[in-house]
């Protein structure tokens, strides 16, 4: 998985209490607590924003599976199309 960080160039300062064993760790492995934190609390953001999106196709009506499957063969049919008309062409 490819590591993308996106920040708006605005920090805040906040402080948390964490296990000591836990920053031992996370001492072990870099030298920028803040960096460290920062990307743990992006990583948990994306984590969030994919169990949403899980639950929601996950919770889809049969109606609407229906649509994307309409949609996707309708689509699908005209790409292939379109390309067969643009070898043609060539």
Known sequence: MEKVLISSGTKQKITVTVDSNLIADIDNF???RSAAVEEALFLWRQQQFEAKL????????GNALKDDENWSETTQDNAIANWDESTENS
Not at 54 to 61: A, I, Q, T
């Open 54 to 61: 899980r639950e929601f196709y996950l919770n889809r009506s």
């Open 30 to 32: 870099t030298n920028n």
